[in-house]
């Protein structure tokens, strides 16, 4: 089963960037899409970046223009720069798997299979 583990996270000021990283254990030949999510407490689990094999990327308009999901195949990680962040930003964050293409249809936490545990990101100031 594949693993992921997620850093990079931390606390900044309004405006700052941010720039998460997700190591994935092994390449998966069934893995179509990585995505991005986030959680706060109460709320329920939100994507905010997805991008696939066939190098289809889907941003939500709440992050749109501010968020860029990346990947490294050599080295097996994934990438989600943050910048001009906002308050609203703050979020637990997630990396995930999916057997699926990168939609907006298909940016959702049932479509994603494997998850890592999450690197929090704070935005105060």
């Known amino acids: 089963q594949v693993h992921l583990m997620e850093s990079g996270g931390g606390s900044v000021q309004p405006g700052g960037s941010l720039k998460l990283s997700c190591a994935v254990s092994?390449?998966?030949?069934?893995?179509?899409?990585m995505g991005w999510f986030r959680q706060i407490p109460g709320r329920e689990r939100e994507g905010v970046a997805c991008?696939?094999?066939?190098?289809?990327?889907y941003y939500p308009e709440s992050v749109e223009g501010r968020f860029t999901v990346t990947i490294d195949n050599a080295r097996n990680t994934v990438y989600l720069q943050m910048d001009r962040l906002k308050p609203e930003d703050t979020a637990m964050y997630y990396c995930?798997?999916?057997?699926?293409?990168?939609?907006?249809?298909?940016?959702?936490?049932?479509?994603?299979?494997?998850w890592g545990q999450g690197t929090q990101v704070t935005v105060s100031g």
């Open positions: 995930a798997t999916a057997k699926a293409l990168c939609y907006r249809e298909t940016l959702t936490r049932s479509t994603f299979t494997s």
């Open positions: 092994e390449y998966d030949h069934e893995r179509y899409s």
């Open positions: 991008f696939d094999n066939f190098g289809n990327t």
